[in-house]
């Protein structure tokens, strides 16, 4: 994995081509994967071996190993043939289409990080949203032990799932090529004022995975994926560029699907969903991200509540003429600088990759010289769309 030429940082302006290209063209070879049941497009496919092998302690540590050091190091992208039972598959399936047909008669349309706002049919915070429609049903699904195998074997114990259902509904259109969550969420620029060791560390802190509900043949457009594409160190950045997705359009895989299986990949994968060319199926996806227990400030704060303490005096200072990037730093150490986790449904990336911070939202109230009154009324909106219910 080239490391990053300028000390420290991603430059989007050194990616190389010819780099990426020497590590992506490479053949996974079967024999170095002996849990996996065979190699389809240099893609695991994981199925009878994996199961006989995870009956004891020992041999679901080997299982773990062998998939970590996949994601990792290895092509990035795992199937998982028949990993969810069809007749559970299917009773969530009448939930999500409950879910999705209820948002349609409220006139709610789902915004989208990748593709066109309306495309697709999406359900935002379907774990909960399951949990609470369908108690049995939630349970019967995620007492999954595929999923709970590979997102130990990615992440460790106390992971966190989160679910969207993406419906790409016949002619729907592909996704442009792009890496996900975290750094995956931020535009070229916004990635590149992260330092080189983040963009490495990035993908050890969430696993990307998706679950079929409906047999996905190629003509579906099921999730094209570049195996191996998550070992380029500047992939963050990479994949907005124009000759990165050229040579994705031009070698990315896809892989037939029954409904029951389920794909897990590095979020460092370079990926998209396909188009929809069929003329009858609603291709429907549970779209898994989990994230690992880490993460997360050590303290509970109410960051609404010292903001709006702050803002007076951040305010007069700003009228004296203090330096901007000392209050900035002010900002930062007082306002939640991240967008996520929020709800979805109330504060959609539409127009964006992601929803405004709160830090963005105290720093605009101060450039536009908001009375204290109007700040307090916008933090509290903002605060209510991040609510799950």
Not at 110 to 137: C, E, I, M, T, Y
Not at 232 to 243: I, K, L, Q, S, T
Not at 276 to 285: G, I, P, Y
Not at 338 to 357: C, H, I, K, S
Request: charged share 20%; with cysteine; glycine share 6%.
């Amino acid at each position: 994995m080239p490391p990053a030429r300028s000390a420290g940082w991603v430059d989007p302006d050194e990616c190389r081509l010819d780099e990426f290209r020497a590590l992506v063209e490479r053949v996974t070879e079967h024999a170095d994967y002996p849990f996996a049941d065979a190699v389809e497009q240099n893609v695991l496919i994981y199925g009878d071996r994996l199961r006989a092998a995870i009956s004891d302690r020992d041999g679901r540590r080997a299982v773990q190993t062998e998939l970590a050091q996949a994601l990792l190091e290895g092509p990035g992208v795992l199937m998982f043939k028949q990993a969810f039972e069809p007749p559970v598959v299917d009773r969530a399936t009448v939930q999500f289409e409950a879910m999705i047909a209820e948002q349609k008669k409220t006139g709610a349309i789902a915004g989208d990080h990748f593709a066109k706002p309306g495309s697709n049919d999406r359900v935002w915070g379907a774990l909960d949203k399951l949990a609470l429609q369908a108690a049995d049903v939630f349970v019967d699904y995620y007492a999954n032990d595929t999923l709970a195998l590979v997102c130990e074997a990615w992440l460790g114990p106390g992971y966190q799932i989160t679910s969207q259902v993406n419906v790409v509904n016949p002619g729907g259109q592909a996704q442009v090529a792009h890496a996900d969550y975290h750094l995956g969420f931020m535009s070229i620029d916004q990635a590149g004022t992260y330092p080189a060791h983040v963009h490495r560390l990035s993908p050890a802190l969430t696993l990307q995975g998706a679950v079929a509900h409906c047999d996905m043949p190629v003509e579906t457009g099921p999730t094209m994926y570049l195996p191996y594409s998550q070992r380029y160190a500047a992939g963050y950045v990479a994949c907005h560029r124009p000759e990165f997705i050229e040579y994705f359009d031009d070698h990315y895989v896809q892989l037939t699907l029954a409904k029951g299986d389920a794909v897990f990949f590095s979020p460092a994968l370079f990926h998209g969903a396909g188009t929809n060319r069929s003329t009858e199926v609603r291709r429907m996806a549970n779209l898994l991200q989990i994230s690992s227990a880490f993460g997360r400030a050590m303290e509970s704060l109410d960051r609404v509540a010292m903001s709006k303490a702050l803002f007076p005096v951040l305010a007069d200072r700003m009228t004296s003429g203090a330096f901007e990037h000392l209050l900035r730093n002010a900002v930062a150490a007082s306002a939640e600088g991240y967008a996520f986790p929020t709800n979805l449904d109330r504060d959609q990336p539409v127009g964006g990759l992601a929803p405004e911070t709160q830090a963005e939202l105290v720093w605009r109230a101060l450039h536009e010289r908001w009375d204290v009154e109007t700040l307090v009324k916008e933090l509290d909106a903002q605060h209510h769309r991040h609510l799950s219910a």
